[in-house]
């Protein structure tokens, strides 16, 4: 999955349903990380705001609790679409 640089829907809401997306397939499993604000950075090529701004919406979603100093992790039972 890639972002859409030149479409209307914002680059960190693109990442967020990315990542939502892998929480739901079992990427990222329960009680483990999700990649760092760097490796998001990286891995989509954009600004570290733009990363922290689709982790905080997935924080919001409910998907994900980030703990200070470790990073942020999916939560045990992420809330039913």
């Known amino acids: 999955m890639t972002v859409d640089l030149d479409g209307p829907e ?3 809401e693109q990442i967020a349903r990315i990542l ?10 329960p009680r ?5 604000e760097a490796g998001i950075v990286a891995e989509f090529d954009v600004s570290r705001p733009t ?3 689709a982790v905080q919406l997935l924080v919001e979603r409910g998907l994900v609790q980030t703990v200070r100093g470790k990073g942020s992790y999916v ?3 992420p ?3």
């Open 10 to 12: 914002p680059l960190y």
């Open 20 to 29: 939502a997306a892998r929480i739901a397939d079992g990427t990222y499993p």
């Open 32 to 36: 483990r990380r999700i990649p760092s």
């Open 51 to 53: 990363a922290r701004a």
């Open 75 to 77: 939560v045990d039972s």
């Open 79 to 81: 809330p039913q679409a």
